[in-house]
């Protein structure tokens, strides 16, 4: 890359008087209105003030173009289904096309929609629906019960160890959105606290002063 004092087409010693009569004369030559560009005027300024602001021969010469900021990482995408759509009908949590037919109905955002989780965020899968304005059920936050429980029907969620949560539920995908988040994109079905398997474990929203199971 040209130094500035090449730019203003002098030798590196020049004094003060030789600097600012070449700065007048470049820049009459390199206006776009003397048949110039505007980006060579600009670069014409740029080296004149660079020099004026102390910039010695020897010293790197920034890049006029720097290189722009990196996009902030995205974080995983949440796809989910109100599990009380899949009852209404007559779906199974377990059709290959299960999201693919809620796509194609008219519901709700309550019901059905996507969101993108904060990247590099500890909050857990609750807490980011509920930052989004979103009801989900919730009971004891701890791990205590499966009020808040989800499906995990595409992707990766893991489970922490201390929960309620029996290996066959694990092993059918069903989450504690109270205690963890997804680690990749995934599809999810929540209020899955109406199947018979998980309502067994499920505590009375009234032993939770701010408890929500709506």
Not at 75 to 96: A, C, F, K, Q
Not at 101 to 118: M, P
Not at 137 to 150: D, E, I, K, Q, S
Request: glycine share 6%.
């Amino acid at each position: 890359m040209e130094s500035p004092y090449d730019v203003l087409g002098l030798d590196e010693d020049a004094d003060e008087r030789a600097i600012v009569d070449a700065y007048r004369r470049r820049v009459k030559e390199v206006h776009p209105d003397q048949g110039g560009s505007a980006e060579a005027f600009q670069e014409v300024k740029t080296a004149y003030e660079r020099i004026q602001n102390g910039w010695e021969p020897g010293e790197p010469v920034p890049d006029p173009t720097p290189e722009p900021e990196p996009p902030e990482p995205a974080g995983p995408t949440v796809e989910y289904l109100n599990y009380e759509v899949i009852e209404d009908h007559g779906w199974s949590i377990d059709d290959e096309d299960l999201f693919e037919k809620a796509d194609r109905l008219a519901l709700s955002r309550a019901d059905y929609g996507e969101f993108e989780l904060d990247a590099d965020s500890n909050e857990s899968l609750l807490e980011a629906a509920e930052e989004r304005d979103y009801a989900w059920p919730f009971a004891c936050r701890g791990g205590a019960c499966t009020n808040c429980a989800v499906a995990v029907v595409e992707g990766e969620m893991p489970s922490p160890k201390s929960h309620i949560l029996p290996s066959d539920l694990l092993d059918r995908g069903i989450r504690l959105s109270c205690l963890t988040a997804p680690t990749t994109d995934v599809k999810i079905v929540y209020n899955v606290k109406h199947m018979p398997e998980v309502s067994d474990l499920l505590l009375p929203a009234s032993r939770f002063e701010q408890a929500s199971t709506d």
